[in-house]
């Protein structure tokens, strides 16, 4: 079998590799990945230095052109790429496309980003002086990404890092090297000089520490847990390092006696359980006043018979497989602990078998949840959500924003009143009304508060304020 090599310095490079195995089918391997060592990622990261000075001073309409190259030949290949991330990844295949779709358009936008690079010229407070104050690239960002999102998040950090004119080291997470190698052949055979964009596939533990330990990388740019989040914050405190940190939620959708149900019920089940509730946007509570709440149960119980959990490559699965082995023990440990917590088990709950041998479970629904209980405080990160019973609208609020987390809040109502209320009052960096939790657009900020996020935002135009660093000159006139 063909190894998918890491790319150091322009070249294609690595022996040791990984299997990459398929969490719907795991006697399939999608493919064999190089496993990075110390030595290479510190080749990377020297390769990106001695790359920097030149791509830095790069042209605009160099950066367009490779990275509008990029966004055109990932739409031309949304299928195939859309395939291999529901392979590797295990979400459904509409889904897989739907973020390949998306990955291309971040790559369309940030090739028009690049055109609109500009400063501000502003008057002196002394006389006969001007100043100018731009824009800088960073110098060398390290890219640390999930497993998740396999080709949306590199996107969204792979572009805006090319196209504000610095240098990377990429390493994508373990479970999906896949989307992640595609990419970076794509920006290479666009036209990137050498040592531009590095990729080293590889261990979080070996690949991952040891950018943490250099002190090479200007910033670096982290999803994942908020464990390694925090790990890439203490090492960069260290070395006077610029971090953007993307990482765990709760999210709570709130749910309203005057909701209208199958606008709510439509939300509430997209936001917990599509994308096999692997997503950081994903709603785990389910917050509901007490006039609509056993409609809403009843409800929500009959619209998960419908779901049928299956292959994520089989026409008419709605829910893929758990990612792998250890996030459905997770799963399934986290079903045991709201058990004991005295929750009720609505829906769900069970292991599934299916014609190929794959990490299936059932969507999984717990009634008479209270917000102090595991299940309702930790990220669970997979197709388990729980309803919380409240009073009233003033409660609901308080419960949503009783969490260490803030990343998205949502909440299903007609009343104009508490629709304003709560886009005002929510703790959370997205909010969202009568719409899922999850599922965002692509050119505007993505990011969360509290224990969810760390630094400036992501996406759209407020990229710039991660991938670059401000200068102010003066000039006597
Ligand atoms: P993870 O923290 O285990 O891994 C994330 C990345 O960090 C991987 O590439 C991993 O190899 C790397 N890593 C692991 N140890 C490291 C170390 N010592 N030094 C440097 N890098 C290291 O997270 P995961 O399990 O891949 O992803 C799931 C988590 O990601 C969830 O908590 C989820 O909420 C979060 N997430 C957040 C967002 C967001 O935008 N807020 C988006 C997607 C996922």
Redesign the pocket.
Known sequence: MTIYQNLIAGEWTGADAVENINPSDTKEVVGLYASGSAADTRNAIAAAKAAFPAWSHSGIWERHVILKKAGDEIMARKDELGALLAREEGKTLPEAIGETIRASQIFEFFAGEALRLAGEVVPSVRPNIGVEITREPLGVIGI??????PIA?PAWKIAPALCYGNTIVF?????VPGCSWAIVDILNRAGLPKGVLNLVMG???I???T??DSPDLAGIT????????K??AVSSIEHNRKIQL????KNPMVILDDADLSVAVEAAANSAFFSTGQ???ASSRLIVTEGIHDRFVAAMTEKLKTLNVDHALKTGTHIGPVVDERQLKTDTDYIEIGKNEGAKLAFGGELIARDTPGFYLQPTLFTEATNQMRISRE?I?GPVASVIRVKDYEEALAVANDTPFG?SSGIATTSLKHATHFKRNAEAGMVMVNLPTAGVDFHVP???RKG??YGSR?QGKYAAEFFTTVKTAYTLA
């Open positions: 640390i990404t999930p497993w998740n999102f998040i390493k994508p997470a373990e479970l261990k979080g533990s690949v991952g520490q950018m943490l982290f999803t994942g847990s908020v464990g390694t989040g790990r890439v993307e990482m765990g939620g997503r950081c946007t990220e990160f990343l993505f990011g969360g969810s996020s992501e």
